[in-house]
């Protein structure tokens, strides 16, 4: 089965490596750039998995998981979320969010492929 | 209690002999003059007796000093601050009990201990800035952010292509393209962020002292007065200095100060102030209802007057202190919080009641000093916001200021701070302390 991926990263280039590696993986990725309106989507999505970067234009992505797990409707869902290397304390808090796995930048393809497939049930 | 018929410190004997020898004297022809033995006279002179009072105004006599310049020796500051340096050695035990035999006896490496402790000091609280600026600092934050997401981008675009054999040429191009942004985003990322740590402000504000040390040490060296506010561009003047502090957070709080300052001069003039005193008008209570102001001005005012003898010691609701402006004999903590019995701290909890205590602060030179205490609050948002309580401690000599006693001529013996504080049955200690096993 197609694994569905939203990924919410607001570096265009980062989105376009992980959505080509993800992509040639098996998943079906769609990419939002804005943490507005990130809520909603998942909740229209219902993807098998979020990656949600921490630093977001607009809602941060501590705020988004905040409420993904707030909803009763979303909060079961798979979130990975990325965080740049010295970050502690934000992953600390993240991890209270209730996010189920970190990646840190810069990762490895192989990392993030073996992540997703492990969240996936891939 | 520490027994006021003789001299504490063991360092006393050292200082007689030293000034002995160097006036050439003999022990037996000083010993004689002061009507002791010559054997009692060097067991006081190598800190096996300790010496009476009376005994040691005779034999001060004699060497020509003054018998609180051979009580007090090599200062308060210099002890505390090896006293201090054993407090932060963990795994080795000094022989605390001879500390002032050792100042005494090698004033010079105790000088470079103490100015060794110090500098440690100084580079713990260097590290501590830098962890605080690498986690809370937005620009650096930022400046790494992108840094390391142009990082991320290039080493998953370089894997792509080098893992890839079969990758679209449209893609490939892409890819291509994106490398080179990438490589370009991330050079002038990592330029502006070396710049950055290499830059003025992170320099100073990473070696020196913290911000308030830095004002209160400018404080210091202009002998704590601003006489210049009499002047009409004295507040230039002033300000310009503090513009030239290291840090800028110095210089923040700095500019506070100083603005402060300035309010409670307008108030309070110099020379209004000076007049009060000379008429006796040294309570600063009734300064304050007089002049209609704010008795944490008047103190502030008092301790701020060319000349004054005043020390004075501000703290917020948190008990932590906001300014120090020390006096001889009255040691205050450089770090940690200050002894809890300190009468600041209990005006803190009853605002807008003075606290008027007589205290005798633990170390050698067995002063005593009137203190003036009482807490303030503001309220800066109206009823709708937080109340803010400030606390001040006017400390004053006993001899300078003789107030009537409300405490009936009792003393509270106090501290500096528990680390260093010798007083071992003190009911308020909340950690031991390097001298516990030394005796008051």
Known sequence: MTARVLLIEDEPNITEAIRFILSRDGCDVTALADGAGAVAAVRAEMPDLVILDLMLPGVSGLEILAQLRADPVTQGLPVMMLTAKGQGRDREAAERAGANHFMTKPFSNDEMRAAVRALTGG | ?440
């Open chain 2, 1 to 440: 209690m520490p027994n006021s018929q003789t001299s504490s410190a063991s360092l006393t004997g050292s200082l007689i002999r030293e000034r002995r020898l160097a006036l050439g004297l003999r022990q037996g022809d000083v010993a004689q003059a002061a009507g002791i033995s010559a054997s009692y006279l060097n067991l006081i002179e190598h800190n096996r007796r300790r010496v009476g009072t009376e005994v040691l105004a005779r034999l001060a006599g004699v060497l020509g000093t003054d018998s609180a310049i051979l009580a007090e020796g090599a200062g308060g500051v210099l002890i505390d601050d090896l006293r201090a340096a054993a407090a932060t050695t963990p795994g080795v035990q000094p022989e605390l009990d001879r500390i002032e035999d050792f100042a005494g006896r090698f004033p010079g490496w105790a000088a470079v201990l103490a100015a060794q402790h110090h500098r440690a000091a100084q580079l713990e609280r260097a590290v501590g800035a830098l962890n605080d600026r690498l986690t809370h600092d937005p620009h650096l934050s930022a400046s790494l952010h992108e840094v390391l997401s142009a990082l991320a981008s290039v080493r998953s675009t370089a894997a792509i292509l080098a893992d890839t054999d079969d990758i679209d040429p449209e893609w490939r191009a892409r890819f291509h393209r994106n490398l080179h942004q990438d490589s370009e985003r991330l050079a002038t990322g990592a330029e502006a962020l070396v710049a950055y740590l290499d830059g003025p402000e992170t320099a100073v504000d990473a070696g020196l002292a913290a911000p308030q040390e830095e004002v209160e040490s400018w404080l210091s060296a202009r002998g704590w007065q601003l006489s210049e506010l009499a002047r009409q561009e004295g507040m230039d003047l002033l300000m310009a200095e503090v513009g030239g502090l290291a840090s800028a957070a110095a210089r923040s709080l700095g500019a506070s100060f100083l603005r402060q300052a300035e309010a409670d001069f307008r108030l309070l003039p110099d020379a209004a102030l000076r007049h009060a005193l000379e008429a006796g008008e040294d309570d600063p209570c009734l300064l304050a209802q007089r002049h209609g102001l704010p008795v944490l001005a008047v103190m502030r005012r008092l301790a701020l007057l060319p000349g004054s003898q005043a020390g004075l010691v501000i703290c917020d609701a948190s008990g932590t202190l906001l300014f120090r402006k020390p006096v001889d004999g009255f040691a205050l903590p450089r770090f940690g919080a200050a002894c809890p019995l300190w009468p600041l701290f209990a005006a803190l909890t009853r605002p807008m009641l003075p606290v008027l205590a007589l205290v005798e602060p633990a170390g050698r030179s067995l002063r005593k000093f009137r203190t003036l205490s009482i807490c303030e609050a503001r309220l800066p948002q109206g009823f709708a916001g937080p109340v803010l309580r400030e606390a001040a401690m006017l400390i004053l000599p006993e001899e300078v200021y003789r107030a009537a006693d409300p405490g009936h001529g009792a003393v509270l013996a106090i501290g500096s701070s528990c680390r260093i504080c010798p007083r071992a049955r003190c009911p308020a200690r909340r950690e031991p302390s390097v001298m516990a096993e030394a005796a008051v």
